[in-house]
């Protein structure tokens, strides 16, 4: 069967759209959440969206289901806030590891079932590494700079455990997404390195998708685009991109950019616009695959799909006008000290 490389080598490939969205539209309800295994849990679970691999297995494999059905190339695991870290909150960190390694199967249960149906268009899973909600490089105390919520070797342990469980799910790669803190991606690239060399496992392919948040171009650690590229190269990552925080109008010259210094494969999932007042997304369908159409043509992609906002429409849409476009090329780079 065709591997990941040899399909980014023909076309443009196609990442899902947003889970949290799709979630969302099935109005779950506290009880939703629990399901039987935590129906006395002693805190609230409500939008604890990775718990939902354990809790409603059906729902996450109907919205992969479709997302598949749209044209999506690649799924996403629901395991953005899969860690020991982010499952505190809910007092859940014990089951963290096992809503990778379920999220994984859920994910590889379906992809394989659409490739089974055309093996000329595999589908693949990527294990989704999100950016916790604590940071290494910033402090949460105004008044102590110097001040951290955890320490490096905590974010390695929390990563490494997630990277663990998504590869025994069956994860196809690993995908570290939605970085404002560099510092915490070189921690989950250390942590797959580090699972990768002590479990004795063939390596997965690495991809790297960060966030601009604003218009001055740089991630929230203050980042430009260049130095957050430079930082993670070390990885040799199967693509860069950018995802989350910018539609496709506002991303569009930072894409632009990271087209002309990768020499990896780039990857795009902006959001379906910014937020509306209410923090709804509001861009169509049909507007969203324009906005990628012409970065495909400009050749400045070669993995396309949508964040937050998004839904199978959208990637429908997505994987409709970037269809018949040739891949980016990737350029030939110097390899000089930077």
Request: aromatic share 8%.
């Amino acid at each position: 069967m065709k591997t990941i490389q040899d399909c980014l080598q023909e076309r443009i490939l196609v990442i899902d759209g947003a889970m949290g969205t799709m979630i969302q539209r099935h109005k779950p309800t506290e009880e939703t959440y629990r399901g039987e295994q935590f129906k006395n849990w002693h805190i609230d679970m409500k939008n604890n969206s990775d718990v939902l691999n354990i809790t409603q297995l059906q729902l996450i494999e109907g919205i992969h289901r479709q997302y598949l059905e749209a044209g999506a190339d690649i799924i996403e695991t629901n395991t953005f806030g899969a860690t020991t870290i982010v499952q505190e909150d809910f007092q859940l960190q014990d089951y963290a590891y096992a809503m990778n390694v379920e999220g994984a199967r859920i994910a590889r249960k379906v992809a394989d079932e659409f490739t089974a149906k055309d093996p000329n268009k595999p589908r693949f899973v990527a294990g989704a590494i999100g950016p916790l909600n604590k940071t290494l490089s910033l402090s949460p105390d105004v008044n102590n700079p110097g001040f951290r919520a955890v320490s490096f070797d905590q974010v390695v342990d929390a990563y490494y455990q997630q990277v663990k469980g998504l590869v025994e799910g069956g994860a196809d790669l690993l995908l570290i997404e939605t970085i404002f803190d560099t510092l915490n991606a070189k921690a989950a690239i250390f942590a797959i390195k580090k699972y990768f060399r002590e479990s004795g496992k063939p390596e997965l392919p690495v991809s790297i998708s960060g966030t601009i948040t604003d218009a001055s171009g740089r991630t929230l650690s203050g980042q430009t685009l260049e130095a957050f590229y430079i930082s993670v190269m070390h990885a040799r990552p199967l693509s860069v991109g950018l995802n989350c925080a910018l539609g496709a109008k506002e991303m569009r010259p930072h894409i632009e950019e990271l087209s002309q210094i990768a020499n990896c494969y780039v990857s795009a999932y902006p959001n379906a616009g910014l937020p509306n007042a209410m923090g709804e997304y509001d861009e169509r369908p049909e507007d969203t695959g324009h906005y990628l159409e012409d970065w495909a043509r400009e050749g400045f992609v070669n993995i396309v799909g949508g964040c937050c906002g998004t839904t199978p429409d959208h990637i429908r849409h997505i994987a409709e006008h970037v269809k018949n476009i040739k891949p980016r090329e990737l350029p030939v780079t110097e390899t000089e000290t930077v």
